[in-house]
């Protein structure tokens, strides 16, 4: 049975992530979650007072590239793979929004992006993997066997991402949350360096209204289809 790549990029907060851990764990392949090695860099940015609300060193960030090793670690406690940043467990760390409110400006710096694509290509090099991201299917892997384009409304996704923050216990408004998330889809989909947009053979999928599960079981149709097929006619 050959294994495939699958690349699934969408804006923030569309359940691109999760999508693609349960789609790992059901077909035994990698997860890579290049969202994460972009949130630790800026982690790292922040940590070494490189970033801030008001203020940028991006080309120390750059000079500092050689300096950061991002690896992807099996916890037995939460049952998922989790980021390490320097050989430290940063996973909750990386999620907050201090460092979602920062992560779009780093990402836009085409050295960070051709550092950390570099990595993403060396974690799929034997395919059966899964990645998720902005620029998985155009940039990291063109060449996909199967692309995924995850959508949902603005306002649906600043709820998803509202009600993932209080369950943390941060305390922050539904307007903030609201204005970060069309400020990052604006900044996603504008830089100049591998914007966010769909690949022309990615499928299309709105999320909107579909529930975990049922989202979760439209896309794994789709991947056993295109095994299938794959094998058929190999």
């Known amino acids: 049975m050959k294994k495939i790549t699958i690349a699934i990029d969408g804006s923030s907060s569309t359940g691109k992530s999760t999508l693609a851990k349960k789609l790992a764990k059901a077909l035994g392949y990698i997860y890579i ?5 972009y ?6 940015a922040m940590q070494n007072r490189l970033i801030s609300t008001d203020f940028f060193n991006k080309e120390q960030l750059i000079a500092k ?5 991002i690896s992807f670690e099996f ?9 390490h940043l320097n050989g430290k467990n940063v996973e909750s760390k990386i999620r907050t929004m201090e460092v979602s409110q920062l992560v779009s400006q780093v990402s836009a710096i085409p ?12 974690f799929g090099r034997h395919k059966g993997v899964v990645m998720d991201g902005r620029d998985i299917g155009t940039v990291v892997f063109p060449d996909a066997e199967l692309k995924l384009f995850i959508t949902a409304s603005t306002k649906i996704r600043a709820k998803r991402r509202y009600k993932e923050l209080l369950d943390k216990e941060e305390e922050i408004s539904f307007e903030d949350v609201l204005e970060n998330v069309k400020s990052r889809d604006h900044m996603d989909s504008t830089r100049k360096d591998s914007p966010l947009f769909k690949a022309d053979d990615a499928i299309e999928i709105d999320n909107s209204n579909l529930t975990v599960e049922q989202h979760f079981d439209k896309v ?4 056993k289809d295109k095994i299938e097929l794959i094998n058929k006619n190999s």
């Open 33 to 37: 979650d290049s969202g994460a090695m």
């Open 39 to 44: 949130r630790a860099v800026t982690l790292y």
């Open 65 to 69: 590239l050689k300096d950061i090793r």
């Open 75 to 83: 916890s037995k406690q939460s049952g998922s793979t989790e980021v």
């Open 111 to 122: 050295e960070v992006r051709k550092h950390l694509v570099k990595q993403q290509r060396l």
């Open 220 to 223: 794994l149709h789709l991947v």
